[in-house]
């Protein structure tokens, strides 16, 4: 049977969504599924709003528009505020909970929340709560193996910043092993 997993990242524009979308469908490019990006800005840019839908599937995706997603990563309240009630019932949410301090009361969906600000911050890697946050979404759901992700870090960093491919690394395996 086929699976196709259906995704949003949203926070605010600044804090690398649309890099870890690229991210998850790159994943999905090197482990040969179908994959759609589509990113979305507010006005603003950075500081705005930032979200983007990302689709990887075992067959031919009709839009790459997820309008109810079965897993989202909100990395602040607004958006944790917009796209939570969408998430299909079964399906995994997972938040920067340093952002965003509510608690969801859906019983039908899992909630992860994870201080990923903090954690980046404290581990010394500023800038990659993102990458943690998708390190636990990875942990909790197996989606994609660390070599196609891995293999989707080499593809996305530039040459002149390979270094960062292993902070990204030490980034996801914080996110997966993350348990509260």
């Known amino acids: ?25 790159y994943s999905g490019l090197m482990d ?16 705005g709003t930032a979200n983007c839908s990302v689709c990887i599937s075992d067959e031919p995706i009709g ?6 997603p079965d897993l989202l990563i909100a990395m ?5 505020r917009k ?8 399906g995994t949410a997972v938040m920067d909970s340093v952002m965003v301090e509510e608690k969801s009361d ?30 636990k979404l990875i942990g909790e759901t197996g989606i ?3 070599e196609h992700l891995r293999k989707a870090f080499e593809k996305s960093v530039p ?4 270094n960062l491919i292993s902070y990204n690394m030490k980034a996801i395996e914080i996110g997966m092993q993350y348990r509260k």
């Open 106 to 135: 859906r019983t039908d969906i899992n909630c992860f929340y994870v201080p990923a600000s903090r954690i980046a911050e404290d581990e010394g890697l500023s800038g990659m709560a993102n990458i943690i946050l998708i390190g």
């Open 76 to 80: 602040n309240l607004p958006s944790y």
């Open 1 to 25: 049977m086929a699976t196709t997993h259906e995704i949003v990242l949203a926070g605010f524009g600044g804090q690398g969504i649309l890099f870890a979308g690229k991210i998850l469908a």
């Open 159 to 162: 040459a002149k910043k390979a």
């Open 32 to 47: 040969e599924k179908e994959v759609s990006w589509l990113p979305s800005y507010g006005p603003e840019m950075r500081g």
């Open 144 to 146: 994609i193996s660390l």
């Open 63 to 68: 839009s790459p528009l997820v309008l109810n």
């Open 83 to 90: 796209f939570i009630g969408a998430v299909k019932p079964g």
